[in-house]
């Protein structure tokens, strides 16, 4: 039974894309701890720069499951009312892989608020966002390897360098955030073959930040990550955490594509963010558990006297 489900993604790898090669966004687990990889209106919405590598998938027995690496950057500049960042995100799933790499940029509306939050409270500002992203997307499937010779369609590995334009927006208070992107404007207007089937995802975001006593030690966290693209089903992920003072932080969530998520992250040293996230699927799920890992480190803001 267990080779039978290592062949699993291959095959229908096969069925899905012999007409048109396709692609699938990431799934992009860790959305809460990361919102800058899915929006670019999260551009430079902390205090300081902050640089974050993350990864999913790769502990998995499953041969061709989702994996995803990814390394980002940002920063806030003029006074916190723009930002400026990049990232690469590397994904890969079958014999398919996906590098993304992009500049950001988000320009930033301020309210005048007076908002009493404990002084660990980071996100305490009533903001509107608008965000920009460019860059290019490398597609890379290795047909060859799937050892299909009598079939022309798998004949050739594909090698195809696109350009990418994405819009984001946000907006966020002390109690509650909402965020919308489209990472991939162009689609496949600009590929260079005609059997190059681009997805255009739209992801939304939605969560809401509230205190248990009135100590306010410890948060409650709900939210939702929703993704959509052509050709698949919707991605809901339903998620609750408890973070305590940001020194640690728990939490557990379903995703719509059968799994249960399980969450715990440790805010170190004071400006180090370590977060570990555990995918258990069900069993009607082809995807097998999963495992992945954010690391996140802040670098303080400096003072002027």
Known sequence: MKEIRNYILPLIFIMVFQNNWGQQTALYPEY????????????GMSDGAEITLSNYGYINSIEGSPRTLSLSFHSPIARKKMGIGGAIVR???GVSTYTNAYAAYSYKI???TEIDRPYWQHYNEHVISFGLTAGVQQFHENLLELGITDDIEFSENINVTVPTVGIGFLYNHADFYAGISLPNLLGDKLASRDDLDISNPVYGYFGYRFFTNRFEEV???PSVFLKYEGGAPMQIDANVAVNYKNKFEIGTGYRSSSSINFMAGIYALKN???VYFYNAAFSDSVLGNSHGVVLSYAFEKKRRY
Do not use: E, R
């Not at 809460?32 to 551009?43: E, R, V």
């Open 32 to 43: 809460n701890y990361n919102p800058f990889i899915i929006n670019s209106a999260y551009t």
């Open 110 to 112: 301020f309210f005048d």
């Open 272 to 274: 180090l963010k370590f």
């Open 219 to 221: 948060m409650i966290k």
């Open 91 to 93: 994904d890969k799933i």
